[in-house]
């Protein structure tokens, strides 16, 4: 968007801007002692006020790593670049201090394990003041009162009495939601959850879902949601973006990407999935082979190896985001025009095999480089 | 696979003998204290009175939350850890109480598959040496038809038996528990436990192993035992399903009866908090929300263990509620064709 207007506010208000966030081409690599790991391979997307985006993928496709990204957490060894536009500031470039007054006060972070982002040794209530005090300056009391107010708002039962527990008296459901309080805490921008309910049980799952849209409600933030479970995304976001080998494949609505892909992978997620609501022994279509390497990638598609559709400009061009038969969806494929009505059975085979080594397809299955 | 009428009694479970037969099956763990003593100062109850059947050539779907005891159960039946009480019978016999060396010829028969395919495998070891162990153990391996075995098994599980050289770590999460799937079936197995097979792994590999389960199913005549928490899964391979929670089966049914018409309250709620990757379907959905979490198996609630969460138990009068915290519900059919343990039970359409 106009990210060249001059209003010299810092911190710039966003309230009246067309997007709170934007990432552009954002990549980040990592060295290695076997090469360069190129985790993110230009990710570009914007987040709307209010706005929920899902980001899609398996493991190693680096949806998580972009998101460290963003918040500035990754480790000293990565090689970021590109821009994320908060504002008129450009997040990457600035200093631990300078970025502390963002983070938490207008953008928060949810992490998958709550036992690790909560600190033991401290009560919960203290931990969620600690956030408010970090920004406002209030009285130890008055932020401990905030405090109950936001454990009663995320769903914790006698949030009066449990403000005073430490993590190791909540259950892992209720560890999330006094996390997602203190997200909250400060009225952020945008909030961004990564994986925030995949350690937890279905039930816990759908409780922590509510609190978090509770919460979303209530601060009016926008959201990026990070999860590889379909069906959360289909229940929560309004946009998702699909990440294939740190690059972003596919962007829509939720309906676009769920009921008219255009870009094989995601049609292959969505035939490898059992499903709740239909019955009968269908049969599924893996997506055969696996991921690439990010070390060393090959030129051309990242999906070619895998894709049942591939050709030769395939292995020699990799594919950018492009528009779509509707607007606003983007989808990187070549050949996107021709999966107009296809099903994933019309593309994928629901073979049983898997037989090629990701060693040969280069190494592969490397576990996603994170902090 | 043959999908038999939802509502009716399980025809196959009249007149067909089931393979391998669980009965009040339970597995208590002490909690011992600090100190230099450790005196047993409590029981964790993780499996509490458990019966189910398991039929030749069918898929049990055992599904439940963590720490509902479904993997104790697996780990019981396979008598790799002995039952507080109870029995397991296998064509007939009890092997509950087998000694390790009758119960290794018993092995033969039924076998498991590991949820992390990561930790399950030898490192050092190929993946020839891997499959082959089983053989070698129950001194069925000779050196001529061996290799051909194995060749044949690799083949067997969808893998390419030109790799059977290499280590695990060259194969990918999904290759690596199809090594998994053949180091079990080397024996020739009747009955296979799968634990967990595919929670580890990332969908598009996932859905390959399951065609991969389904087909061996089919040309082998298997009786798989599948034990998971993800119902979409469950729900996708198995003939009937037991829905179990904090140590004990709630409901036990067709899988197609379980989803048409789900009785126990517990089960209603597991099926509507599982989200469905369809976007208008998962908007208008109406979910049943659990208070609470999962009490602590140490000390369970009385009467029904589920009452301390149930939507249902908060609408009943006092009077019906004395019943539910006095006495414990039986795994019976109250008349919906399959059984529930729930004294109130009634059907409730949830998808």
Known sequence: ?????????????????????????????????????????????????R????????????????????????????????????????????SESALARYRGEHIAMIF?????????????????????????????????EKAVELLRLVGIPQAADRVHNYPHEFSGGMRQRAVIACAIANDPDVIIADEPTTALDVTVQAQVLESLRIARERTGAAMILITHDLGVVAGQADRVLVMYAGKPVEVG???????????????????????L??????????????????????????????????????????????????????????????????????????????????????????????? | MTLTESASPPANSTNREPILSVRHLVKHFPVRGRGLIRRVVGQVHAVCDVSFDLYPGETLGLVGESGCGKTTTSRVILNLQPPTSGEVRYQGQVISSLSQ???RRLRRDIQIVFQDPYASLDPRMPVNEIIAEPLRIHGMYDSKSGPRQVAELMRTVGLNPEHGNRYP??????????????????????????????????????????????????????????????????????????VMYLGRLVEVAETEALFAAPSHPYTQ?????????????????QRIMLSGDVPSPVDPPSGCRFRTRCPLFATLTDAEQRRCIDEVPALVDRGQGHPVACHYARPVQVL
Request: contains cysteine.
């Open chain 1, 253 to 275: 609505t939720a309906d676009d990407v769920f009921y008219r892909p255009r870009m094989p992978y995601t049609l292959g997620l969505l035939g490898s999935l059992p499903r």
């Open chain 1, 112 to 144: 998958q394990d709550p036992m690790t982002s909560l600190n033991p040794v401290y009560t919960v209530g203290w931990q969620i003041a600690e956030a408010i005090r970090a920004h406002r300056n209030v009285s130890q009391r008055a932020a401990l």
């Open chain 2, 101 to 103: 060396r009758e119960m």
């Open chain 1, 277 to 371: 609501d239909v019955g009968g022994r269908r049969r599924l279509t893996p997506i055969q082979g696996s991921p690439p390497s990010l070390i060393n990638l090959p030129p051309g598609c990242p999906f070619a190896p895998r894709c049942p559709m591939r050709q030769p400009i395939c292995q020699q061009e990799e594919p950018e985001l492009r528009p779509t038969d509707h607007p606003g969806h983007l989808a990187a494929c070549h050949f996107s025009d021709s999966l107009v009505g296809v099903a994933p059975s019309d593309l994928f085979r629901p073979t049983a095999r898997d037989d090629v080594l990701p060693e040969d397809a280069g190494d592969s299955a490397a576990p996603e480089v994170t902090a």
């Open chain 1, 51 to 94: 706005e929920v985006l899902g980001i899609v993928g398996e493991s190693g496709s680096g949806k998580s790593v972009a998101s460290l990204a963003v918040m500035g957490l990754l480790p000293k060894n990565a090689r970021v670049s590109g821009q994320v536009r908060f504002g008129d500031e450009n997040l990457l470039g600035l």
């Open chain 2, 269 to 285: 709620a597991l099926i509507s908090a599982i989200p469905i990757p369809d976007p208008r379907k998962e908007r208008a959905r």
């Open chain 2, 169 to 242: 770590h060259e194969f990918s999460g999904g290759q690596r528990q199809r090594i998994g799937v053949a180091r079990a079936l080397a024996l020739r197995p009747r009955v296979l436990v799968l634990d967990e097979p595919v929670s580890a792994l990332d969908v598009s590999i996932q859905a390959g192993v399951l065609n991969l389960l389904q087909d061996l199913q089919e040309q082998f005549a298997l009786a798989y035992l599948f034990v998971a928490h993800d119902l979409s899964v469950v729900r996708h391979v198995s003939n009937r399903i037991a």
């Open chain 1, 1 to 49: 968007m106009s990210g060249e207007l001059v209003d010299g506010v810092v911190p710039p208000s966003v309230s009246n801007r067309a997007n709170v966030l934007e990432v552009e081409n954002l990549r980040v690599d990592f060295p290695t002692d076997d090469g360069l790991v190129r985790a993110v391979r230009g990710l570009s997307y914007t987040l709307a006020p």
